[in-house]
């Protein structure tokens, strides 16, 4: 079995600003070589989150612990292993040479400095000849990249990144996709990104976490369902699937065609057979592609696609001794809208 090793593990973890509480976090665990997308609105806590998986901020209350090790045992070079690139990188006022090499200087490393920065800058797509150009020289997406490429220097073991794509044009935010693949490719670089750019997003990582009003919501299970959206006559968004069915959600008149769903797993009811009375005018098919038991005894996790979509519910071991869902088999789908978190 592919075994995958735990990088990051927190439980009840809470932090504060003053007297408010911004981030709970029960149970979280994150594995190492992953780039993990976060997702998430506005003041859902992220940022807060990347503050404290980048040692930068200690949380509040509860156990965070990185490669086995308690975070308040974390030893320096542990901590200079763990980049992060803020959402407005601030760059020094010299050049980008001096930028991108500022941080292979502060831990003494300057043996081929001039060939490293020049393979820093080739990763983020810029020619040598940007090294030469002042701070106040780049374009935004130039700007980011830069920031980006004096952190993939240091070849880290994480590159945490808050909103890498804010304000940058696709050609950046391509670049920056493929440097970050790179990273992981060849260093083994383990990736949290967050980005309001969902669909750049969600086409990069291979598992996503979502928070909700500085909670987490059920990583794994989760759904997220991405735009594209229509509009219905009433201003509802609809979600088409690729094979003819669609998700109309009510009370959507005031998102817009760019928004994403978060869809608790636990908002999602499934139904193989005997179930005449659960199909009604919403009622979806869906095909099962696997069941896996949860950290719960008592629950199990289904996971199905409908037109190519996946999706996961949970549901009671009694569920499942009356349905025994197996993979493949057709089911009926209910979700309840009403429930929906919107990004
Ligand atoms: N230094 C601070 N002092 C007080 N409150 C703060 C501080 N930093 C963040 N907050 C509050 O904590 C909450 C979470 O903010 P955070 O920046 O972590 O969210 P986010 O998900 O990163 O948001 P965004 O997507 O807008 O960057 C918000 O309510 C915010 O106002």
């Not at 974390?74 to 020094?92: A, C, F, G, H, R």
């Not at 493929?178 to 309001?196: D, F, G, M, R, V």
Request: charged fraction near 25%.
């Amino acid at each position: 079995m592919d075994s995958m090793s735990t990088l990051y593990e927190l439980r009840n973890i809470e932090q504060y600003y003053d007297d408010k509480k911004v981030l709970s976090v029960e149970s979280l665990k994150l594995e190492e070589n992953q780039i993990i997308g976060f997702f998430g609105p506005n003041g859902s806590g992220k940022s807060t989150l990347f503050s404290l998986l980048s040692f930068i901020n200690k949380p509040t209350n509860g156990y965070l612990n990185y490669n086995g090790i308690d975070n308040r045992k974390i030893d320096n070079e542990t901590k200079m292993s763990i980049v992060m690139v803020p959402q407005n990188p601030y760059l020094l006022k010299r050049t980008v040479f001096e930028n991108i090499a500022f941080g292979l200087k502060l831990r003494n490393k300057t043996n081929n400095i001039e060939e490293k920065v020049e393979e820093a800058l080739s990763l983020v797509g810029l020619d040598s000849s940007f090294k030469y150009r002042k701070w106040s020289q780049l374009s935004g997406g130039e700007a980011q990249r830069v920031a980006l490429a004096a952190r993939l220097i240091l070849k880290p073991k994480v590159l945490i990144l808050d909103e890498p794509t804010t304000g940058v044009d696709t050609n950046s935010a391509q670049l920056i996709k493929e440097a970050i693949l790179s990273a992981k490719q060849k260093w083994n670089t383990t990736i949290l990104i967050s980005s309001h750019d969902h669909n750049w997003l969600n086409k990069i990582c291979d598992k996503k976490v979502a928070l909700y009003q500085g909670r987490l919501i059920e990583s794994g299970s989760v759904n997220l369902l991405f735009a594209p959206w229509e509009k219905d006559e009433d201003g509802n968004l609809v979600k088409f699937f690729l094979d003819g069915q669609f998700l109309r959600i009510e009370n959507s008149e005031s998102k817009k065609k760019d928004s994403v769903a978060m869809i608790d797993s636990n908002d999602i009811t499934i139904c193989r057979k005997d179930c005449e009375n659960m199909f009604n005018k919403n009622t979806i098919i869906g095909l099962v592609s696997s069941i896996s038991q949860q950290d719960s005894i008592d629950y199990l996790l289904v996971e199905f696609s409908i037109g190519g979509i996946s999706f996961s519910c949970r549901i009671s071991r009694d569920v499942m001794q009356e349905q025994r869902f197996l993979p493949g088999d057709r089911i009926y789908v209910n979700i309840n809208t009403s429930n929906i978190h919107w990004i």
